[in-house]
């Protein structure tokens, strides 16, 4: 299942509410994740089942949509997020968006 | 608490065979399922297959032709073996756990280097 994230890059102010979009190929119920990945490291699971916030993430984190449609909200973006975001299909097998990488302005 | 560690050669030469191993600690392979996934320099990432809790694999069907995923549950590893290495498979390498679709655990990743 292919798996489009946008934007690509995506420029943005502390402090802004910022929204990243995941679309798959066909329907995948919510059976989508959210990763973080800063530079160097591992991904972070932030968002699992499209909605649920991993434990120990911190709350301005959010996810919502289903079905083919998906969004991971930051809702006042800190210095810390700069990262690339990946979302990921667990409906069929696995497959993983291109990223969204993320900077302060 | 859940641990992974991925170790193996940093550089491979060209149609050589890579083999790395990811040591887990902190839970029972018996019990949950490790998977691989690499990240070529600077692009997304690429599922490559699964070991699963009961000891069956699955593998991404791009690599499956090349890849075997096997395991020592004694010892808490889990084996990658690919064959026939092309400078695209530069890229880091990463074991991660999973119980239901979803990674929550990651290894720091190694660097593999396909080159002469």
């Known amino acids: 299942i292919q798996m489009t994230q946008s934007p690509s890059l995506l420029s943005a102010s502390v402090g802004d509410r910022v929204t990243l979009s995941c679309k798959a190929g066909q329907n995948i119920n919510n059976y989508l994740a959210w990763y973080q990945q800063k530079l160097g490291e591992a991904p972070k699971l932030l968002i699992y089942n499209a909605n649920s916030l991993q434990t120990g993430i911190p709350s301005r984190f959010s996810g919502s949509g289903s079905g083919t449609d998906f969004t991971l909200t930051i809702s006042s973006l800190q210095p810390e997020d700069v990262a690339t975001y990946f979302c990921?299909?667990?409906?069929?097998?696995?497959?993983f968006g291109s990223g969204t990488k993320l900077e302060i302005k | 608490q859940v641990q992974l560690k991925e170790s193996g050669p940093g550089l491979v030469q060209p149609s050589q065979t890579l083999s790395l191993t990811c040591t887990v600690s902190g839970f029972s392979l018996t019990s949950y399922n490790v998977h691989w996934v690499r990240q070529p320099p600077g692009k997304g990432l690429e599922w490559m297959g699964r070991m699963r809790y009961n000891g069956d694999t699955s593998y991404n069907s791009a690599l499956k032709s090349r890849l075997s995923i096997s395991r020592d549950t004694s010892k808490n590893q889990v084996f990658l073996k690919m064959n026939s290495l092309q400078t695209d498979d530069t890229g880091t390498y990463y074991c991660?756990?999973?119980?239901?679709?979803?990674?929550?655990?990651w290894g720091q990743g190694t660097l593999v280097t396909v080159s002469s």
């Open positions: 991660t756990s999973a119980t239901r679709g979803w990674f929550a655990y």
């Open positions: 990921q299909q667990y409906n069929s097998w696995t497959t």
